[in-house]
């Protein structure tokens, strides 16, 4: 495998001088010494067999040239040890829990012909146990170790170092340390420069909650830990670094999700002055590519498309969008609106809405209940869903809608979205985002249910030319809809003339089968242009000031132009270990509920703790 470093030689020591896994037939007849944890046992009529197992070293994951056994198996880290009938070691062994950790020195042996086990890398050979010494002992293990077995996800995160040695996690883990091995010597190569920002900081209005430490020599004051390195990175292009980057650790107070660890996580921070959208999108697909092409076998097509966020929306229902497969919404506004007496469709354009449509393959046998539910999905849009069934046997269309429309009405509906025999129709009618959101959403379950999306592909896109602000559902005042930080399209003119929803920002996102692996900008380096920007979201230039008083005071003193992004490095290790939870390529996460089950955190502390930071804790009411 490319850009993977050789396994380094193993220093001999009092507990061992080779490597378990190591030992092919060509080691027959020399004395070894072993390491490792007893992974099985097996009493075949007075031979004792043992599986001893190596630790996950840092070789995981990579098969030696022609070994037959699977990359990362078990197989690849394991010897069988035998111990003959009254030799001293044989009732000690033989009374040993599984897992316990020992010391065996012993003799390698060929395994009789009728032993040989192909499927281990190992599988030729056998190591006679002449001496051993018990390292450790295990008590009754709370779940079984081995590779396969099936553990709850609680049981596994209480117990994170036992599900650790059943392989597949630490070989994870393996992995994510070659990654961010190839992320810095990627990006070193590419003149960046790595330089670590501070974890203690000031609390800062950046769209999440902050994780609030409390400073015991300021009483009644408090530092903040890094929503994301936003503004140090900024400052240091103010500083003159051309090109900055760290794996930088982040901290939001927000729920999790399959994709969106709660509490803290890690992205590739990296910001580039006297650069534009496209020199960013320069870089990621170069560093992308390192990536991929030495860490998975997956085909990522490049350059990467790019669709705007309105047209995003209008065409998939989302702003990220799984390209792997076509299925796009259809605009039939024009089409249908006003030339039919279907009031919902005759009356959308004079209401300022947009008729949708989905093509929905073999669904016309699927059951009500589903038809169902995709209609409630949309009211829950504050939209109007429907649908037309295409019966398989020729039959008449049928469905809420071939009810209210001429038959001439039904075959265009059919026709505009290329439906035959056996698929549905589904309508959807409303504000333009809203219009297309459920019915993205039911092509992403058509999607996975059809098998359309092709797992050995990572179809990314940049999606750009998002909105500057939206509308505060609960205040009706315009928010910033992404990045405050960024420069809006057109610059002040743009922001003194324009309606605040019609302008657009230089703000970005990198999307990848669905998953959005990071957001971006060029970033507003004006002081003029940041207190317009600002202003128009409730902002007064005291407040700035107050908010963000390193950055407004470092833009008055030549900031260049700047830009960057951050690739969540969770979320890319997610996709290219197919796992669909991000829990599985974090060594020691929290659960869904924010808790650390392991160490257990969060927890109460002393009052000797609190009052030595001036504070007392006041619980919630009991309802």
């Known amino acids: 495998m490319p850009d993977s470093p050789e ?44 599986d001893l197992r190596d630790p996950v070293g840092p070789d995981a994951d990579l098969p030696a040239p022609g070994e037959p056994y699977l990359r990362g198996d078990h197989s690849a880290r394991m010897v069988q040890l035998v111990s003959h009938p009254g030799h001293a070691a044989f009732e000690m062994l033989s009374r040993l829990r599984l897992e316990s950790v020992i010391n065996v020195t012993g003799t390698v042996v060929a395994r009789p012909p009728e032993t040989v086990n192909p499927k281990l890398a190992t599988g030729e050979v056998e190591v006679e146990v002449a001496s051993f010494e018990v390292l450790s002992t ?36 393996a992995k994510r340390a ?257 219009a297309s959101v459920a019915l993205g959403q039911t092509r992403a379950v058509l999607g996975h249910d059809l098998g359309l999306a092709d797992p050995d592909i990572l179809a990314f896109c940049w999606i750009v030319d998002f909105p500057m602000y939206e509308r505060n559902s609960e205040t009706g005042e315009w928010d910033f809809s992404h990045n405050p930080f ?14 605040p929803g019609e302008i657009l920002a230089y703000q970005y996102d990198v999307v990848c089968n669905g998953v959005e692996l990071s957001s971006g900008a060029v970033r507003n380096h004006r002081p003029e242009v940041m207190e317009k920007a600002f202003a128009i979201a409730g902002y007064s230039r005291d407040r700035i000031e107050r908010s963000f008083p390193a950055l407004w005071n470092a833009f008055h003193y030549g900031p260049p132009p700047h830009a960057g992004i951050a690739p969540g490095v969770d979320r890319l290790l997610m996709l290219l270990s197919d796992q669909p939870n991000i829990r599985e390529v974090i060594a020691f996460p929290l659960n869904q509920m924010a808790r650390d089950l392991l160490m257990g955190a969060p927890a109460p502390v002393t009052p000797a703790q609190l009052a030595e930071l001036h504070l007392s804790v006041v619980l919630p009411k009991k309802s």
């Open 178 to 434: 070659r990654f961010c091995q190839l992320v810095r010597s990627h990006l070193a190569s590419r003149g960046f420069l790595e330089i670590q920002t501070p974890v203690l900081t000031v609390s800062s209005p950046e769209g999440a909650r902050d994780y609030l430490v409390p400073s015991r020599l300021y009483p009644g004051e408090f530092y903040a830990l890094p929503q994301a390195p936003q503004q140090f990175k900024q400052l240091l292009m103010v500083g003159g670094v051309e090109r900055y980057f760290q794996i930088a650790p982040c901290f939001r107070d927000e729920a999790s999700r399959a994709d969106r660890s709660p509490g803290e996580f890690y992205q590739i921070d990296l910001e580039m002055a006297f650069a534009t959208q496209e020199d960013v999108f320069h870089e990621v697909e170069l560093l992308f590519h390192r990536l991929i092409s030495s860490l998975s076998t997956k085909k990522a097509p490049a350059p990467y498309p790019r669709l705007s966020y309105a047209d995003a929306v209008a065409r998939y229902g989302t702003d990220k969008p799984d390209l792997r497969f076509g299925l796009e919404i259809e605009d039939l506004t024009a089409a249908l609106g006003g030339r039919t007496e279907l009031p919902m469709f005759a009356e959308a354009p004079a209401r300022g809405n947009v008729i949708r449509a989905l093509l929905a393959p073999r669904a016309a046998e699927r059951p009500r209940s589903w038809f169902d539910a995709y209609g409630d999905a949309a009211k829950g849009q504050g939209t109007i869903g429907s649908w037309l069934q295409v019966p398989a046997d020729g039959n008449e269309i049928k469905g809420p809608l071939s009810r209210k429309l001429t038959a001439e009405e039904m075959r265009a509906l059919v026709a505009a979205t290329g439906a035959s025999q056996g698929d549905a129709v589904l309508t959807c009618v409303g504000p333009g985002p809203s």
């Open 486 to 499: 960024s420069m809006p399209q057109g610059g002040l003119e743009t922001l003194e003339n324009a309606d």
């Open 7 to 50: 396994t380094p030689a193993l220093a001999p020591n009092r507990y061992r001088d080779t490597r378990c896994g190591a030992l092919r037939p060509a080691a027959i007849g020399s004395k070894v010494h072993l390491s490792g944890w007893v992974a099985a046992k097996r009493d075949h009529g007075g031979l004792l067999f043992l």
């Open 138 to 173: 295990a008590d009754v293990l709370p779940f079984p170790v081995e590779r396969d077995s099936d553990v709850g996800e609680e049981a596994r995160l209480t117990h994170r170092y036992l599900d650790m040695r059943r392989g597949p996690l630490v070989e994870r883990l």
